[in-house]
């Protein structure tokens, strides 16, 4: 097989979501994993909804992920190359005008399904003459213009559906061209693909109809269709459609909640696939895995607690160097290896080692129970002289074992609560030298 070329077509009229990542990643690794072409299109021929900003944000987001683009272009510099191709289908007799209003449409809709019969678009336009058109035109109409399907089956193999047959006499005429000129996706979408010689089209199931037309298209413009892959949707937890949710689930807010990009990566790479969910440390190692074939055919099943599970395990093993930044953001003193080596295993996302930088550097409020007030206060008469060092947790609770006779969670649990207002935490054999001795004092007194 030559390497494929593929490409990602988000419209920048919102953000980048798990949803659209997950097509952009499975196209990716596809390519990728075989030393092909990741285009990325801009879907902007809807020039009322889309924004420069959007396009920005997309594109910083797909850099975030490391999901790099060999060539990418915007559809709104295109129109020139749609409008051949429409005349093109017009020379054909393949794309005609029709006049009925969306209300017109909505009246003979209800017609058909009250008989019985599919809601698919009569073709009536097609019998109008030429005066017909010039008296609604008079009118004050204008036409939408739509492609005339051939009425056979459309037959492909999808890589993850498997074979296809789509009975074109049973779906409408689709509208490629709006009354006012401006084009829907389909027609664009063959020309660039056709342009862009693009060998497969990987996205997401709710365009197996649009696949039809377009096979039937890409034919008409002299193309040949590319392969197609169809993947199942995402939805949430619950199995519902997640679309209301997914604005807390785009990617500046996933960055900003301290989720880090391969966890992202590696949920979406093998949510609903026959792999098991696991963290991988490069997009390699995911591309190395993926195939078409694992992809099963029920929808996935996004869960948050997935990522940040995901994310905890690649924080654990994560060196200082590469949480530097952020750690500076959270707080400064905490930004040092030994803080962030005692502290990696207990944090879900880097935020979480806010709470720890307090205990080791900031103000807490030490929780003292009233059974343990005695002996918290011997505590502080047995602490060690001298500077706390990696020894002196294990030094200070022997002794304190020996004296108060004390052990297990009655003599680690009072500790940790006074000097640290938590139950769980970092081990405390590492946090007291980072405490130091001025606040582990202070602490077992105000206690
Ligand atoms: N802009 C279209 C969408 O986001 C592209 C679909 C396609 O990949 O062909 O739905």
Known sequence: MTSPTVRFAPSPTGKLHVGNVRTALINWLFAKGQGGRFILRVDDTDTERSTKENEDQIKADLKWLGL?????????????QYDAAADKLRDMGLLYAAYETADELDRKR???LSRGRPPVYDRAALNLTDEDKAKLEAEGRKPHWRFKLSGDRVEWNDLVRGQQSIDTSSVSDPVLIRE???YLYTLPSVVDDIDAKITHVVRGEDHVTNSGAQIEIFKALGGTAPDMAHTPLLVDAEGGAFSKRLGSLSMDTLEARGILPMAILSLLAKLGTSDNIDVRETHEA???DFDFSKIGRAPAKFDEKDLLALNATLLHSMPFAAVEEQLKAISPEAANETFWLAVRENCQTVHDAKPFADIAYGRIEPVVDDEDADFISQAGDLLPDGEITAET??????SLKEQTGRKGRGLF????????????????GVLLPLIGREAVVRRLANA
């Open 68 to 80: 790099d683009w060999d060539d990418t272009f915007n559809q709104s510099d295109k129109f020139a």
């Open 110 to 112: 209800k017609i058909a």
């Open 180 to 182: 006012d000129g401006s």
């Open 286 to 288: 995911l591309a190395a």
């Open 393 to 398: 947790w294990k030094t200070w609770t022997s």
């Open 413 to 428: 649990m009072p500790l940790r609560k006074a000097l640290t207002g938590q139950e769980h935490g970092p081990d405390m």
